[in-house]
């Protein structure tokens, strides 16, 4: 009997792949590889960070120039400008976590579960970015027209940025691949900015905007020499703006085809050995009893809002508080563009010294210039100044909050294993809470201009609307820094945390892909015997 089993073992041992002889060896094998078929190429992360371009570059535009747009060149007045700006950006922040929750409800397709939101959002997203600066021919809907294509485009938009946030978390399991790609990233969507900025505000300045000199004149002396005295200017003017949207929107498109061809969606391995997908409103509750993402949002919340009411206001403040109304353009190029210059020395620095070290020193670095340009009389010298020191700072508020919600989430996939899904919930809850935040600021300020008496398309503004506006672009982002900065102080995730959590993905991994590979040679076994 014993010698017929060690017969027939031989006999089988003979028959079988030296893959399943070597079993103790597979876990290195699957370790090496793992690790090699996780490394992206330059091409690889270039081809994603492209595709951050689109929402920076639309979004500086409106950022930036809708609110001057609205009030002097539509003329909307400043209380239906204050709606349009409100319901819009509160709109936009609804519809993020309504887009997390119908792609978590997606399937996973051929092309992945997130690309197939990029790519049918974007032809109809260029269309409504163009019909917002369109000014039609009738009066008395403008407010609808301008919510309408601003709430659309924003939804839209919402339905390509949030699975592209998500995207992060599947273009590499490596936490160091992740991070090289949000940095590659971080570069080119500040570079964004600065083409948006570029276009936006180059297109536009060679167009003067008309104003009216005599600013005490009654509202109809006003928009009787509105008609009679600057008609073509004006539709001069008008038709720059729409030049400019022509262009941004085919920048749109074309990156938007770069991510679609250059990037390839990858699961976890432990997640593809889930029965079925957790349900939404639990994922909800579980995100939102994440006590690190809570400091991380709550911490992010209160700087991003702060550099929000400067993007907001920057055009009008230079315009009619420093007095620079053909110079705000190359003033924002200027911040722009010192911000593209430093990402690559905050991604090095996060590096060296850890993610919270550089949110303290990067984001607080623009409080003493806020501060100089409170104080200051209008000098264009000493403003480029302070615009290109600016930019640093602006630099590391675009890069942190991206870089550090992989971590967020990695931390959440060790304390809930088997819970997946809940990227896109993670993604769109920042962007939610942000911009409404941004919503909210943004129609107080429009409102705030309005109560102090700003004048459409005056070349110059009462002393209160002047004041008002230094206070939104310098003290107003100065207490908001502050307070973001004490509530990091509870943020628990520092570098020591960071690499404990990146070893234990790393073994659940290894033990995800170990037990794939053994029921794959199990399978074998038993189908050659």
């Known amino acids: 009997m014993a010698k017929g089993e060690g017969a027939e073992s031989g006999s089988a041992a003979g028959l079988l792949p030296t893959g399943i002889l070597q079993a103790g060896e597979r876990p290195v094998q699957v370790k090496k590889e793992s690790k090699k078929k996780n490394q992206l190429s330059i091409c690889n992360k270039l081809c994603y960070a492209v595709g951050g371009a689109p929402y920076q570059v639309t979004g500086c535009a409106l950022g930036f120039f809708l609110q001057i747009y609205l009030l002097d060149v539509a003329q909307v007045d400043p209380f239906s400008a204050s709606i349009i700006l409100f319901v819009g950006r509160a709109w936009d922040a609804i519809t993020d976590p309504l887009v997390g929750f119908c792609i978590s409800k997606s399937p996973w397709t051929r092309l992945g579960r997130l690309m197939p939101w990029i790519i049918f959002s974007t032809p109809l997203a260029i269309i409504a970015y163009f019909l917002i600066w369109f000014v039609p021919d009738f009066q008395q809907g403008q407010t609808l027209w301008y919510l309408l294509f601003y709430c659309l485009f924003e939804t839209l938009v919402t339905c390509f940025h949030v699975p592209y946030s998500a995207l ?24 964004g900015t600065v083409l948006g900025t570029a276009i936006q505000g180059q297109i536009v300045g060679q167009a003067h905007t008309p104003c009216v000199q005599d600013t005490n004149a009654s509202t109809v002396a006003l928009e009787g020499a509105n008609r009679t005295q600057s008609a073509t200017s004006l539709r001069e003017t008008q038709n720059a703006y729409l030049l400019a949207a022509g262009v ?8 938007a085809v770069i991510l679609t061809l250059g990037v390839r969606e990858q699961r976890e391995p432990y997640e593809t050995q889930q029965a079925k997908a957790m349900p939404f409103f639990r994922g909800i509750r579980l995100v939102m009893s994440h006590g690190p993402y809570i400091k991380l949002i ?13 993007e907001g206001n920057f055009a009008l403040f230079c315009t009619y508080t420093l007095g620079f109304r053909n110079e705000f353009q190359n003033l924002l190029l200027a911040i722009m563009f010192s911000a593209t210059v430093t990402i690559p020395i905050w991604q090095w620095f996060l590096t060296r010294f850890g993610k919270k070290m550089a949110v303290y020193i990067g984001i607080s670095s623009a409080v003493p210039f806020l501060i100089l340009v409170a104080l200051m009389e209008s ?25 550090m919600l992989p971590d967020v989430i990695d931390d959440f996939h060790l304390k809930q294993p088997h819970i997946h899904g809940t990227e896109p919930i993670f993604f769109s809850f920042y962007v939610f809470f942000t911009k409404f935040a941004s919503g909210v600021s943004l129609g107080i300020s429009t409102l705030s201009l309005d109560f102090t008496g700003y004048q459409t398309r005056g070349c110059s503004q009462p002393a209160p609307v002047k004041f008002t506006l230094k206070m939104l672009v310098t003290m107003a982002p100065i207490v908001l820094i502050l307070i973001g900065l004490l509530l990091f102080k ?7 945390k960071r690499r404990q959590n990146k070893k234990a993905l790393q073994a659940l991994r290894e033990e995800a892909s170990s037990s794939g590979c053994s029921d794959t040679d199990s399978t074998e076994l038993a189908r050659i015997l």
Request: with cysteine.
């Open 490 to 496: 509870l943020y628990p995730i520092d570098e020591e």
């Open 298 to 310: 709550a911490g992010f919340l209160f700087t991003s809002l702060a550099f929000m009411l400067v």
């Open 248 to 255: 941004i929107a085919s920048i749109y498109v074309i990156c």
């Open 379 to 403: 000098n264009l010298i000493v403003t480029y100044v302070v615009a290109v020191a600016a930019g640093i700072s602006v630099a590391a508020a675009f890069l942190l909050p991206w870089s």
């Open 168 to 191: 992060t978390m599947f273009i590499s399991t490596e936490q160091s691949e992740r991070d090289s790609a949000t940095a590659y990233r971080m570069t080119v969507e500040v570079l």
